[in-house]
């Protein structure tokens, strides 16, 4: 399929042939943290989300900062840190397709510049597998290649297409948030897996359609979804590791002083 197509009745994303390179246990690794961990492997492939910079409100952001502080600290591996990097992203996940915020994706041709932008970097320096452009986000498997960094590659594709919505709307101003979400795909099953759900959010996002005004649904019961669900996994978590009776560390680098 040439870089940009679409399959038949998909709208909203594509798939696009990627030489899956899983995380290695055997080679180095380097970790930094800011809101979000990353961890950066050479070759690795990464699923990707970033999103518009109003797509999720304060009231969420404040209780997710809260939620991470009161997180039993843990090591940066082993069970308990996968459990916490999947349940935040879950989280965070129902928050999103609750489409807060301006949903400048909504609009078809914007869609279709932003899906253009991002298929047309694929050289060289990147290779892109599945992608899908929700109304306030994106999802997107990528493997920076050679030299390039996966943080050149989003700053490339943010300011690129920045540019083209602002562009198209007659506006100026922010588009993007800063961070992303990204995560090195461990293995195959998780590479099939992650596929299925960029491709299955690309569906159900085409199905849905938009509604009058183009704006998102009223967020607040995603809002109070989005609450339970990090309340609740950050009692299971501190109960776990309570009684494992690990040793304290920060899991997301933020010092609460």
Known sequence: MAAGASPAGLTHGFRMAIDFHAFDVNKPVCKYYRDLPHWRQKGATYFVTFRLWDSLPASALEHLHAIRRMLVRVGDSG????????????????????????CFMRNPEIRGLIEESLA??????????????MPNHVHVLVRPVGNCELE?????????????????LGRRGRVWQDEAYD??????????????????????????????????????????RFVVTCDAFALRLCRKLCRQNLRQRWVFGINPH
Do not use: M
Request: aromatic fraction near 6%; glycine fraction near 8%; proline fraction near 5%.
């Open 120 to 133: 047309r970097s694929e050289g060289p320096d990147c290779q892109l597998g599945a992608l899908s452009v």
């Open 183 to 224: 995560r090195i795909v461990r293995n195959t099953v998780e590479l099939a897996r992650t596929e299925r759900y960029i491709l299955g959010n690309a569906t159900r996002s085409a199905a849905a359609g938009a509604p009058p005004g183009g704006r998102g649904r009223p967020p607040t019961r995603a809002l109070d």
């Open 152 to 168: 050149d590659l989003l700053q490339t594709w943010k300011s690129v297409t920045a540019h083209l919505v602002n562009k198209h």
């Open 79 to 102: 069970e308990s840190w996968v459990e916490a990097d999947r349940a935040l992203f879950l989280a965070l996940k129902r928050f999103l397709d609750a489409e807060h915020g301006a």
